[in-house]
């Protein structure tokens, strides 16, 4: 296990276009969670995971994204209808139960033209 | 609300320390350390539970203050391989750490 791996690492698309990320975490955690991450900024959190059930989403998250985590291991994140202020790095993290630090993954950057 | 940090760029020569800070208007329960290389993940350094806790990671220590509402990191004899963004977390909510508020991140240059 080499640790969180995110896929695509980079991502171009038109405005108005679907797209969708995709997060496999370290095998033994068994919370995930998804950032955003824009220039000059800390991460921003967006939602989380425990196993398969999404307990915590930001109001950042507008109806234009989804996540999921169906078998409680890998998970995605999907924006539609993708707008140019969605162009942003995607983190995925995961962690131990009960575990205070977070394994990051290199992240997926988005650019929306 | 977010924390503060300060300052928002640090330039150094190899051997020299800096410190970083993070304090907040809200109260701290505790502050997660990270550092983030161009174009990588974030990487956990530490994190203080308590108020007045100092850790150390090699030659990178912290102390929070939870009265005063901050943190603070010390690099000391920097190396080249400090070079990247610091970013302080702090909980959204006490008791909740999976979900923490960051930061805008300190730069820090290490040269030869």
């Known amino acids: 296990d080499t640790g969180v791996s995110q896929d695509p690492r980079h991502k171009i698309t038109k405005r108005g276009q679907n797209v969708t990320f995709r997060c496999d975490p370290i095998s033994e955690h068994n919370r995930l969670y998804w950032y955003r991450q824009t220039l000059g900024q800390g991460p921003e959190f967006l939602t989380y995971f425990q196993n398969e059930a999404q307990l915590e989403k930001s109001r950042l998250l507008s109806d234009r994204f989804s996540a999921e985590r169906p078998k409680g291991s890998f998970s995605t994140l999907e924006i539609q209808r993708t707008e140019q202020g969605d162009s942003a790095m995607y983190l995925c993290?995961?962690?131990?139960?009960?575990?205070?630090?977070?394994?990051f993954g290199a992240g997926s950057r988005l650019t929306v033209l | 609300q977010q924390p503060v940090q300060s300052p928002q760029a640090v330039i150094l020569r190899e051997g020299e320390d800096a410190v970083i800070n993070c304090s907040s208007s809200?109260?701290?329960?505790?502050v997660h350390w990270y550092r983030q290389k161009h174009g990588e993940a974030p990487v956990f350094l530490m994190i203080?539970?308590?108020g007045g806790e100092q850790k150390g990671h090699e030659k990178i220590s912290a102390s929070f203050n939870e009265k005063k509402q901050q943190s603070s990191l010390y690099l000391t004899a920097s190396q080249l391989s400090y070079s990247g963004t610091y970013f302080c977390g702090t909980p959204i909510n006490a008791g909740n750490n999976r979900k923490l508020i960051w930061g805008l991140g300190t730069s820090l240059a290490v040269n030869p």
């Open positions: 809200k109260a701290l329960y505790s």
């Open positions: 203080l539970l308590k």
């Open positions: 993290a995961s962690s131990f139960p009960g575990a205070n630090v977070l394994t």
